[in-house]
């Protein structure tokens, strides 16, 4: 069975794209999915996050794009946050100048489909491969909803579709027949009586997740530790989120 390929993707920055790959993730190879993370985004904060002395990684996502010939599995390394190894979390990390590999492929031939043909060899080898891209719509992106099978596209608690508009318009217009999508519920506060309106009226008109990520203070204290939740003290409701997700996602 080959792998589930889901990408995050969202241009607009701050609705936790990050903290979503890095903690779904988590809550995937918990539940005994073999996964594989791929950060895109050159802030490399999934990478910091799951990887300890991430400056030290061989080989990055900067170097499958620039050189096309290398096989990806050379730059897989198992996630260590904290030094602690994660069974099933495996991740190939980002390069805080990898931007300069996206533009460096930009007007090059092919340059869409760069990753698709990179994690070909690996579909087999895991059960879930998560895409982190950059808060734009540029080379990462595309290649990122170009290889995907779901589009999983996180929106914070103002359920501002600032963003969402120009992934859905690119997912029509990739090469890509079997790409589906899902919006996440982000830092959801389940009080709220305003929230609650705009939600249902997102539901009737777009795909949206069964589970929502609440609001929880530990999410960003996590990303400030470098580590996932799971390894943060306080309260577990994200972490049951993330896990309800994670099984969401792969029934999808």
Known sequence: MKAKIIALANKKGGVGKSSTAINL?????????RTLVLDLDGQANTTSCLVNNFRELKYTIMDLFMNRKLAAGEAVVAANPGGEVIDNLFIIGAHLQQQDAYDF??????????????????????????????????????NALNAADLALIPIDGSFSL???ADILNII???????????????????????????MSDLVSEYNVASTKVRTSKPIN?????????????????AVEDYDKLAQEVMDV
Do not use: W
């Open 25 to 33: 993730s988590v809550s995937l190879a918990k539940l005994g999915y």
């Open 105 to 142: 492929v930009n007007n090059r031939a092919g340059r869409d489909s760069i990753l698709k043909k990179h994690l070909a060899p690996l579909v087999d080898q895991f059960d879930c491969i998560l895409l982190d891209s950059p808060p734009d719509v540029g080379p990462a992106t595309i």
């Open 162 to 164: 600032d963003g969402v």
């Open 172 to 198: 029509e217009e990739v090469d890509n027949n079997r790409l589906d999508y899902l919006i996440l519920f982000n830092k959801y506060d389940l009080r709220s009586t305003s929230i609650n309106t705009k």
């Open 221 to 237: 204290n996590a990303q400030m530790d470098y580590v996932p939740l799971t390894m943060h003290k306080g309260d577990r409701s």
